[in-house]
């Protein structure tokens, strides 16, 4: 099944909490392959081990429910609102460490932006991933991330907010996206080790 042809990709069905406690976990999983372990010709399945609501239980059923896992896991870090639709990250559960990736969807949403202030004074962080759903940093997203090394920002970002990385002390290299449209005053302000930034030609506000 390819995503484009799969409206209802990223929703599990109710008959795929294969245990009954309400969850959808790591037991489901454990469960759900051992029922596909004892399938010799592919056949039906009980309606239980189905998360993709075609009635049968089959491998297309474990990689959804692999898929679902790791994005709950990866949701469940950071602090987040849902508006129209779309998911804005603002801030993180916890303290952040080493590398982070910020997932491409929440609760079967995309994350469209980062909230202001959302990683300000993450010092230990030293790389960010963010995903090609990102369209907007807001104002000192990452200010003070004195640990941050290296980012590198999507095409798909527009606007980049002001102090957007002021402060970011150990950053050497930062590449834009080519669609960035608008960079915040200060945006850069303190970032003694960056040394040269090329300004993507779509800017107009800066």
């Known amino acids: 099944i390819c995503d484009e042809c799969d409206p209802d990709k990223d929703?599990?069905?109710a008959p795929?909490?294969?245990?009954?406690d309400g969850e959808f976990d790591s037991l489901d999983l454990v469960i759900l392959k051992k029922l596909l372990l004892d399938v010799v010709n592919g056949g039906?399945?009980?309606d239980a081990g189905d998360c993709t609501g075609d009635s049968f239980s089959n491998i297309i059923d474990l990689i959804r429910?692999?898929?679902?896992?790791?994005?709950?896991?990866?949701?469940?870090?950071f602090t987040?609102?849902?508006?129209?639709?779309?998911?804005?990250?603002?801030?993180?559960?916890?303290t952040p460490k080493g590398a982070l990736t910020?997932?491409?969807?929440?609760e079967g949403y995309?994350?469209?932006?980062?909230?202001?202030?959302?990683?300000?004074?993450?010092?230990?962080i030293v790389s960010f991933l963010l995903p090609a759903t990102i369209t907007e940093i807001g104002d000192s997203a990452f200010e003070n991330c004195i640990g941050l090394i290296s980012m590198a920002l999507p095409n798909s970002i527009q606007s980049i907010g002001e102090s957007v990385f002021?402060?970011?002390?150990?950053?050497?290299?930062?590449?834009?996206?080519?669609?960035t449209e608008e960079i915040g005053a200060s945006a850069f302000y303190a970032c003694s080790a960056l040394v040269e930034i090329n300004i993507p030609e779509k800017v107009t506000v800066l």
């Open 11 to 13: 929703k599990i069905y």
């Open 16 to 20: 795929g909490d294969l245990n009954g």
């Open 44 to 46: 039906k399945i009980e």
């Open 65 to 77: 429910l692999k898929k679902h896992l790791a994005n709950s896991a990866a949701s469940s870090q």
């Open 80 to 94: 987040y609102t849902v508006e129209n639709g779309k998911v804005t990250i603002t801030g993180y559960n916890g």
């Open 102 to 106: 910020v997932p491409s969807k929440i």
């Open 110 to 124: 995309p994350v469209t932006a980062i909230a202001d202030g959302a990683f300000k004074d993450c010092t230990e």
């Open 166 to 179: 002021k402060s970011c002390i150990k950053m050497n290299a930062v590449r834009l996206s080519e669609n």
